[in-house]
């Protein structure tokens, strides 16, 4: 599965209603570290059927960013019915995302 670009106006059914947990990629098109770790999040998000991948563009959606408190990006945060259940800053290594998603 390709990634969804995550939008205040569809949240709600993308992320809140998903019946599988969720990898939210919080970026903006100007952070080095996003384009760094982008290619990893978009393989995860081929390799992994059972999970949903969103990216959401700080810049374009200040609301969603302000919601999950985010301070730095890349932020990825996981969703399992509707709550966030892990977070992690930073440029992280494949398999370390990988392990915030069991």
Known sequence: MNTLKITKSNFEQEVLKS???VLLDFWATWCMPCKMISPVV???AKELTDIKVGKVNIDEQPELASAFN???IP???VMKNGKIVKT???VKPKASILKILA
């Open 19 to 21: 019946d599988k947990p």
């Open 42 to 44: 978009d393989e995860i």
């Open 70 to 72: 985010v301070m730095s």
């Open 75 to 77: 932020t990825l945060a």
């Open 88 to 90: 992690m800053v930073g």
